[in-house]
């Protein structure tokens, strides 16, 4: 069968928001500690932040990063982590069943935000934290006015405020795992309270309710509660899932796509209802908040997952549903960013880009800010419960300023090329288009120390004139082309 993708520069689907870049770092294995954070390396700046992390992370350009968990956070004391070091503690931590030294806190987080060129998104407190304890911390953090917190934050060093604009309160409230699961109404009350007293503090920032992420039989009541006690407090409904091959079942894995559809139009939808019927101000946009695959290394491993080419492309696949549906989803953050479930891996001695570092690298740097409404037909595919699947899943966007096109493209066939038409229903492409393919020699290839570039990813150009352009699409690749429009 012919494979075609075509693109209309007039049908649009809502602006790309730059957080849907985002990414995630928990005080957990070793995310911070080992990652982030290594004083004393040879690797490491007299601040103690990794060099060469930071440098594998400036690639991804992630506009910002959520902290500082997760699980770890329900049972956080923000004060244990500010301060001299000498004064600080250790304590617990029964999330992960490890001590935290505390010796990388708020502050260290920020500097290194900064250092990075991303902005600090903080998770308070809301499983064993009270809401002084939350809103104290937005103070220590943003407050301007002549208090107790705003000049402890000054005697640590920090004269000017940090001007931490995302707060999300409390991590996984719905899910039995976390410290102080709370029931649906429990939760929508706490978020209420936490939410308006963290306002009054700061009224500039923005609040994400931990919405649905065990994806229980009552995330529907638990969303609309929220929404009807607390509407106009919401400014981000989160989610979380992650998703795997435990079954090894390659076509079941790529259908995947299907789940990641009917989940962002559900909360997307849920969203609309409820701001219609209660006639909200305005509509909340949907974070998903961690998202990433998970399926084989649990807390005895530190949660250090390696992946393969498989998982790079369901990475590229969430993406993409990220990408259509830019109207409503306004921010996702990779979970996480070293070590933990990440794209980059560490040792004492270096690191390695592990093959999901890919496509999020070129979806990242080359995306538009525009998602552009493209249909393609082609090649058809079963997996799982689904039959008929579109081989390629794609996904487009337009930089108004440039004139540029961006089209991410999965080619889901195992052993199969294919090959692809893209036309325009207007104008003429102005080539060389730029593509970028992202493979390796098979699946199950992973990027590891001993092989640190298994997979990675090629240039290439293709010839582009006039209303149509050619693309070969190697077999189980990610491709992304850009070409300029006139
Ligand atoms: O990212 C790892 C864990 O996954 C987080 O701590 C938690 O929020 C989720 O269950």
Not at 44 to 50: I, L, N, T
Not at 293 to 316: I, P, Q, S, T
Not at 428 to 439: D, I, L, Q, W
Request: glycine letters at 10%; proline letters at 4%.
């Amino acid at each position: 069968m012919q494979n075609s993708i075509q693109i209309d520069l007039d049908r649009t689907l809502g602006t790309i928001d730059r957080n849907l870049f985002g990414g995630f770092a928990e005080h957990l294995g070793r995310c911070i500690y080992g990652g982030v954070y290594e004083p004393g390396s040879p690797l490491a700046g007299e601040d103690g932040f990794r060099r060469d992390v930071l440098d594998a992370l400036r690639r991804l350009r992630m506009p910002l990063i959520r902290y500082p968990g997760g699980n770890f956070v329900s049972g956080y004391r923000w004060r244990d982590g500010v301060g001299p070091k000498e004064e600080r503690q250790a304590r617990a931590d029964l999330a992960w069943n490890s001590t935290e030294p505390n010796t990388f806190g708020t502050n260290e987080f920020v500097d290194f935000c900064r250092k990075l060129g991303t902005e600090p998104y903080l998770a308070v407190n809301c499983g064993d934290g009270d809401m002084r304890e939350a809103r104290d911390w937005v103070e220590y953090c943003n407050g301007t006015q002549d208090t107790a917190l705003v000049k402890l934050r000054k005697s640590h060093g920090y004269e000017a405020p940090h001007q931490v604009k995302y707060w999300g309160i409390g991590n996984e409230v719905d899910g039995h795992w976390q410290i102080g699961h709370k029931t649906p109404q429990e939760y929508a009350r706490a978020y209420t309270e936490f939410g308006k007293v963290m306002r009054w503090v700061d009224p500039s920032i923005k609040l994400l309710a931990s919405a649905n992420s065990s994806w229980a039989p009552d995330w529907v009541e638990r969303a609309q509660l929220l929404m009807e006690q607390a509407g106009d407090l919401i400014d981000y409904m989160a989610i979380h899932w992650y998703v795997g091959n435990r079954e090894k079942d390659f076509a079941r894995y790529m259908a995947l796509s299907e789940e990641f559809e009917a989940r962002l139009s559900a909360t997307e939808g849920l969203i609309k209802a409820m701001t219609l019927a209660r006639g909200l101000k305005r509509r909340p946009a949907v974070a998903v908040d961690e998202w990433n695959v998970w399926y084989r290394a649990g807390g005895e491993e530190g949660l250090e997952e390696v992946y393969n080419l498989e998982d790079a492309l369901v990475v590229a696949l969430q993406m993409n549903a990220f990408l259509r549906h830019a109207d409503g989803v306004k921010m996702a953050n990779l979970a996480q960013i070293v070590n933990v479930i990440a794209p980059v891996m560490t040792s004492p001695q270096g690191l390695v880009l592990q093959t999901i570092f890919h496509p999020f690298e070129l979806y990242s740097q080359r995306c538009g800010t525009v998602s552009l409404d493209a249909s393609w037909k082609g090649d058809t595919f079963d997996g799982g419960s689904h039959t008929g699947l579109r081989v390629l899943d794609v996904a487009a966007s337009l930089n108004p300023e440039t004139q540029e096109v961006a089209l991410f493209i999965v080619n889901r066939s195992k052993g199969q090329g294919i090959e692809a038409e893209v036309k325009l229903a207007e104008g003429s492409f102005r080539g060389p288009a730029k593509a970028a393919v992202v493979n390796g020699p098979d699946v199950e290839a992973a990027n590891t120390f001993e092989a640190p570039e298994a997979v990675g990813t090629r240039e290439s150009e293709v010839a582009a004139e006039g209303r149509s352009l050619v693309l070969q699409l190697e077999p189980h690749s990610v491709t992304v082309v850009t070409c300029g429009i006139g």
